[in-house]
């Protein structure tokens, strides 16, 4: 156990459906991550929040929506997604931003699309 | 441009061998990190190396890294079946605090 709980840990949606991931950390850290990780890519960073305000947009598209209401809990909704966005969807934590230290992992959503 | 990239992309071993991954990056940086991913799973923090330093041990585990050559190499002793995973590093390089992975390694390791 990392101390960051992911759910749900398997998702499969239709193009027009409309599903939320969740993260939650209990390491009293101040800063969120989420990853995507397709296979044979290196991880993807998508987005990142530090003191619940977002200090990172990596090109994301729209379709994915990330919320977050405090430091302790990320969400990334998600909306008319593509196949090609069928992925492992990771949730990370830090306790600063930016930091160069140790990333703690949740066990990711293995996302389908169909 | 990618900062890390490991070598090898599969690595097959019998149990009770040694195994060696490396790292090549691009640009200077703080630290070097070493992740451990089961298939499918999170990622676990192995072991951070500091670009002061040369050689780091954590268990079974023995880092070393090599700035004036950008890279780093993860020793795993005495491999047992449950190390079989993927292994990434991860550098900051230039970029602003931003964790930067390599492709990984998978490990396997025969019993």
């Known amino acids: 156990e990392t101390g960051v709980t992911q759910t749900p840990r398997h998702l499969v949606m239709g193009m027009t459906n409309k599903k939320s991931l969740k993260c939650e950390q209990h390491?009293?850290?101040?800063?969120m991550y989420w990853y995507k990780q397709s296979a044979k890519k290196p991880l993807e960073l998508m987005f990142v929040?530090?003191?619940?305000?977002?200090?990172e947009n990596n090109s994301v598209p729209s379709r994915f929506s990330p919320e977050c209401p405090n430091s302790s809990h990320l969400f990334l909704h998600l909306h008319t997604l593509q196949p090609e966005d069928s992925a492992l969807y990771l949730c990370?934590?830090?306790?600063?931003?930016?930091?160069?230290?140790?990333?703690?992992f949740g066990p990711g959503t293995r996302l389908l699309v169909l | 441009s990618q900062q890390g990239e490991e070598d090898p992309q599969a690595l097959s071993i019998q149990e009770g061998e040694n195994a060696t991954m490396n790292c090549s990056y691009k640009?200077?940086?703080?630290?070097l990190q070493w992740y451990r991913q089961n298939s499918g799973r999170g990622l676990v923090h192995l072991i951070l190396i500091r670009s002061n330093e040369r050689e780091k041990h954590s268990g079974r585990l023995r880092v070393t890294l090599d700035t004036s050559k950008k890279s780093s190499s993860l020793l795993i002793t005495a491999s047992r079946a449950a190390d079989t995973a993927s292994y990434f590093c991860?550098?900051?390089?230039?970029?602003?605090?931003?964790?930067?992975f390599g492709q990984g390694t998978e490990l396997s390791v025969k019993p």
């Open positions: 929040y530090n003191f619940k305000e977002q200090t």
């Open positions: 991860a550098t900051d390089g230039n970029q602003g605090g931003k964790l930067i």
């Open positions: 640009t200077s940086i703080n630290n």
């Open positions: 390491l009293g850290h101040n800063a």
């Open positions: 990370a934590s830090s306790q600063d931003y930016p930091s160069q230290e140790t990333q703690y």
